[in-house]
């Protein structure tokens, strides 16, 4: 039976950078109907400056009221965000490397080679203090400030994120640029280069590419996809970055492909309608 994994990001991707920031109490609501629908693997939230992403704030609270956080993952940008992680009991976390230094400086003010001394650092603490990291290698294919992304430079990068010992490597197509068959040239020569290597996808759907690029995932050999509800979502540092795929889209080609997600879809579309009254939009995914 072949069987594909989500990874909802619609409460950290999905809520960054709307207008109307969601109270807590409207997280956890939606965090809830999203395991109602059989989401297994959440990334609910972010431990980032509230200057640079207000929308994020309080994910300590958020962490609190979940109570057991065995599911579910918190993007950091740094050491202070993975202390933050630490002293909320986070069990997996997720850190961001743009490879262009205009992007990555855009997002969190730093160099790649700075960010990679700190991954490295970071990738040593979580494995003493026996959390799972994933990298988050963004703009892997475009970068809305240096354009298309050579991926032999890409490929190398991975390699060292591997050194470091990263658990989990997500490419992402951060401004929904790539095509399907560039998808599957890089992740297959990723794949073919890096045995061992546990690697997921993250698209963005800017120009609805992202279910043609992650049937050229599947084809790739890969298993796991990062989604968001309504196909919300989009850094603030990335212009053109629109919405992620949305999961419903997601499941909904998956299944009619006989691909196993344990998602109801059904109650997915009643977590986007709730995610739809609280963020008062009218959200875009596809399948009705
Ligand atoms: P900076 O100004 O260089 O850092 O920002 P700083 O060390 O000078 O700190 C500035 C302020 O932030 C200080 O507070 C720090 O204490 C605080 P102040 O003294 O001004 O009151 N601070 C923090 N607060 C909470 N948690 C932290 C933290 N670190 C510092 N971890 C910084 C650098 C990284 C902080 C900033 O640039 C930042 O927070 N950026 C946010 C980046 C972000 O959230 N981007 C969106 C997520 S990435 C994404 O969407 C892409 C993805 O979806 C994949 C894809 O699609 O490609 C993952
Ligand atoms: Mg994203």
Request: glycine share 6%; net charge negative; with cysteine.
């Amino acid at each position: 039976m072949d069987i594909v994994s989500i990874n909802e990001v619609g409460p950290r991707d999905g809520l960054q950078n709307i207008k109307n920031i969601l109270s807590v109490d409207e997280r956890l609501k939606l965090i809830r109907s999203l395991e109602e629908a059989g989401i297994k693997l959440i990334e609910i939230g972010s431990f980032v400056s509230h200057k640079a992403v207000p929308a994020m704030s309080d994910t300590d609270e958020l962490i609190s009221q979940l109570g057991n956080i065995e599911n579910y993952s918190v993007l950091i940008p740094n050491e202070k965000g993975l202390d933050k992680a630490k002293n909320n009991g986070v069990k997996e976390i997720c850190t961001v490397l743009c490879v262009t230094d205009s992007m990555n400086k855009k997002n969190i003010n730093q160099t790649v080679k700075e960010t990679l001394r700190d991954l490295k650092k970071i990738f040593l603490e979580t494995k003493d203090s026996g959390i799972r990291s994933k990298c988050y290698v963004s703009v892997a294919f475009y970068c809305p400030y240096e354009g298309k992304v050579d991926s032999c430079y890409v490929e190398d990068v991975i390699g060292l994120l591997l050194d470091y010992k990263a658990d989990e490597i997500v490419i992402a197509d951060t401004i929904g640029a790539a095509n399907p068959r560039e998808v599957k040239k890089l992740l297959s020569s990723i794949i073919n280069n890096y045995k061992d290597i546990n690697m997921s996808c993250h698209f963005h759907d800017t120009r609805a590419l992202g279910l043609a690029n992650v049937y050229a995932s599947l084809d790739a050999g890969i298993k796991k996809f990062d989604s968001c509800i309504g196909g919300l979502g989009g850094c603030p540092f990335a212009p053109n970055s629109s919405g992620n795929l949305a999961t419903e889209d997601l499941v909904s080609m998956l299944e009619m492909m006989n691909i196993t997600t344990g998602v109801n879809l059904d109650k997915l579309i009643s977590s986007r309608e709730l995610a739809s009254e609280f963020t008062h939009m009218s959200l875009k995914g596809r399948m009705i």
